[in-house]
């Protein structure tokens, strides 16, 4: 399985689709902070707040998380690199194994930019705001900066910028047994993006039904995962992690059922 | 060593309840070049894809180096090398990285394979080109290459010539006889070009809409194919005498049924039927037999039969 991930590993540093991805969520993530700095000052109309909240983390990962889980999932059927690697003994498990993880990490190399820059931004002590729209990073930024943090502070910031980058990644995780099954990129994105448009609509349902709400916060989707800031209690934080945790694992064990007996074409 | 490299018993495979592979039961020994023969949709393809771990039988068994069972066959596997309908590329890579990338994967640590092996295949001076802007046959070569990086013993090519020019399909040719004699690599190989495999190919597996048809050697088809008169008569042993002392060859063979196979004077069948009848020998057939591979491998299938 290691030679799996150093191979991936390899194709990562050696592709541009990767790269463009990760300028697109630099770029994505300054727009964002500039425009959370502008719009408190008066600079920038604060109608403009829905377009600072596309160029948001919540909202990038949900179409670039997708659009990785197809280059790195869906490129290696077409590429036909799976064929070539269950043809010289490579398990099923230890493929998915292996991709699972490539997959968490590139996924936290498309977030870093938002990481670094909410952690530039509360470094700075001015005011950030996107009017009432701010999920994950953006809302932790838009919360926090301005506020003097104390040494104990910045250890609890740093583990919730470790629960909100494990949510994303285990919201997205879905696409990988969507890709292991569908192998079609565009599908892959597509019905991604459609379900988290779903799952948004459903946050709002859980608000007025609260057993819904039980059921719902037991997915990276549900709770208040996105929303962590320093008023958060540490049994929140832990419980988002853990829950991450658990569905990454289940949709390892669900992409494990769907492949393992499945024909490589 | 495994008398057997790979052994099948009864191997069947079906899409939807339609068999594409019936019962197929053979055994490769090592050291040979199989040629898989069979039209589209024979099976071939189903075969190689089974014996990959890319398909799983319906029913049946495969044994891989003499052995069986999922787990072993996966450890098996890595003693294999394969390129199966398309080679595996990664079209944004050149082809030096194509080769990094597959033994990364594979675990290889010598770097100088790299080198040899787009060597052997002719590669080695396509530096920065991407392997997207590859002509098909050097997509072929690639792919090849890449199933050679783990030194296999045991080789899977499904048309690998498709695309190549002459000479290239001559070095291929060469490269898979060469891989064969001094690695004593089996290696299976399907092509529609069946002149081109019965240059390369040191046995026969011919399928037909999933059943196999035939395994034979290539001395067991050049004796089917070879142009022969096929003599029959009530005394073959007069028969054989006035070959010998009157037409003076022994370039015949006699046949279980006292048939009698001649090799000589093919092209004057009259002088052969006038010393036959000149000295008593009282023929009930003499005919011009003999194939084609294309003829044999029509016959075999079911088209017009073999004489």
């Given amino acids: 399985m290691l030679n799996l991930i150093q191979a991936d590993l390899y194709k990562l540093r050696k592709s541009a689709p990767i790269k463009v991805l990760l ?11 500039v425009m959370a700095y502008l719009i408190p000052q008066g600079k920038i109309d604060p109608n403009l707040t829905g377009l600072g909240f596309m160029f948001s983390d919540v909202n990038v990962i949900s179409i670039l998380g997708a659009v990785m889980a197809a280059v790195l999932i869906c490129g290696d059927f077409d590429s ?97 047994p969507l890709a292991f099954t569908l192998k079609k990129p565009v599908l892959v994105v597509a019905i991604y993006y ?10 709002r349902l859980s608000e007025s039904s609260k057993w ?3 059921i719902f916060s037991c997915t990276p989707y549900g709770g208040n995962y996105t929303f962590l800031t320093l008023a958060s209690e540490t049994g929140e934080i832990i419980k988002a992690l853990t829950i991450s945790l658990i569905f990454i694992i289940l949709m390892l064990i669900v992409t494990y059922s769907l492949f393992r007996k499945s024909e490589i074409k | 060593m495994a008398e057997h490299v790979l052994r099948t018993t009864n191997l069947t495979k079906s899409y939807r309840g339609a068999a594409v592979l019936k019962q197929i039961s053979l055994s490769l020994a090592p050291g040979r070049i199989y040629g898989l023969i069979g039209q589209n949709g024979a099976g071939k393809t189903t075969l190689m894809r089974l014996i990959t771990g890319l398909s799983f039988p319906s029913s049946g068994t495969i044994e891989l180096f003499g052995h069986q069972g999922e787990k072993d066959l996966q450890l098996e596997r890595k003693r294999i090398g394969s390129m199966i309908e398309y080679p595996s590329l990664t079209l944004s890579m050149t082809a030096q990285e194509n080769i990094r990338l597959h033994r990364i994967m ?28 590859f002509s098909l046959g050097m997509k072929q070569r690639l792919g ?32 898979l006889k060469k891989l064969c004699e001094e690695r004593h690599m089996t290696i299976l190989i399907s092509s529609h070009n069946l002149p081109e495999l019965y240059q390369t190919a040191t046995d026969y597996i011919i399928v037909h809409q999933g059943e196999l048809k035939q395994l034979l050697t290539q001395e067991q088809l050049e004796e089917r194919c070879k142009h022969h008169f096929l003599i029959r008569s009530n005394e073959p042993e007069k028969l054989v005498s006035v070959l010998e002392t009157q037409l003076h060859t022994t370039n015949y063979k006699v046949m279980p049924d006292q048939s009698v196979k001649l090799y000589d004077y093919l092209d004057d069948k009259e002088k052969v ?7 008593g020998v009282v023929i009930t057939n003499l005919s011009n037999e003999g194939d084609t591979l294309e003829n044999y491998f029509i016959s075999v299938i079911g088209g017009e039969p073999h004489a």
């Fill in chain 1, 23 to 33: 300028a697109i969520t630099t770029i994505s993530a300054i727009i964002m902070a």
């Fill in chain 1, 80 to 176: 036909r690199t799976f064929h070539d690697a269950v043809a010289s003994g490579s398990s099923r498990a230890s493929i998915i194994l292996g991709k699972t993880v490539v997959f968490c990490f590139s996924i936290l190399c498309i977030l870093l930019p938002y990481i670094i820059t909410t952690g530039i931004v509360l470094g700075t002590g001015f005011k950030f705001s996107m009017g009432s729209v701010a999920v994950g990073f953006l809302n932790m930024m838009t919360t926090e900066a301005g506020k003097a943090l104390t040494a104990a502070e910045m250890w609890k910031i740093a583990s919730i910028i470790l629960s909100i980058t494990l949510v994303y990644i285990a919201q997205v995780s879905i696409c990988i």
């Fill in chain 1, 194 to 203: 459609g379900f988290s448009i779903l799952m948004a609509q459903l946050g």
């Fill in chain 1, 212 to 214: 819904f709400d039980r």
């Fill in chain 2, 106 to 133: 594979r675990g290889i640590p010598n770097k100088e394979i790299e080198d040899e092996v787009l060597k052997l295949v002719g590669l080695a001076g396509t530096g920065k080109k991407k392997a997207k802007n």
């Fill in chain 2, 144 to 175: 090849i290459a890449i199933a050679l990086l783990s030194s296999p013993e045991f080789l899977i090519l499904d048309e690998p010539i498709n695309g190549l020019d002459p000479v290239g399909v001559i070095e291929i040719r060469n490269l």
């Fill in chain 2, 273 to 279: 039927s006038r010393v036959l009848y000149d000295h």
